[in-house]
């Protein structure tokens, strides 16, 4: 699903089943926003084990790094979920799929020039007052 994974794996493939406590403790998330994760469809489906316990993969993990990375660039909650439901439905959904990303990284590059242009008004801000403390 996503090869950008910012923390290693803790398990092997093969030997990656991981409870929700487990996941939460590894991502960040509460087990409470993983299981909304769930109920959404932002997240595939999850395992279960022979009691009924969520059991999450190292995919889940990488999913769920992803999915950080959306919501970091502030991509809504529906869109996100629409990205999901269009990996679900498999490959023939590229070229939608590439359309929501290339509309986000628009979203994201000028948040970008916002943020270097208050950056700036900061550091003259910063360089007038110390300008002014070494006039006293």
């Not at 660039?73 to 070229?95: E, I, K, N, S």
Request: aromatic share 8%.
């Amino acid at each position: 699903m996503c090869a950008s994974v910012d923390r290693p794996h803790p398990r092997p493939h093969g030997r990656d089943l991981y409870s929700i406590s487990e996941v939460a403790a590894h991502t960040g998330l509460s087990v409470h926003t993983l299981r909304w994760y769930e109920r959404i469809g932002l997240m595939p489906h999850i395992g279960r084990s022979h009691t009924g316990q969520r059991r999450y993969t190292n995919r889940d993990l990488e999913w769920l790094a992803f999915v950080g990375k959306l919501r970091l660039t502030g991509m809504a909650v529906a869109d996100m979920v629409r990205y999901a439901d269009l990996v679900r439905q498999g490959d023939h959904t590229y070229p939608e799929r590439r359309a929501l990303l290339v509309a986000t990284r628009e979203d994201v590059r000028r948040r970008i020039a916002e943020l270097h242009s208050t950056l700036s008004v900061l550091d003259f801000k910063i360089d007038l007052y110390s300008t002014e403390e070494h006039r006293s």
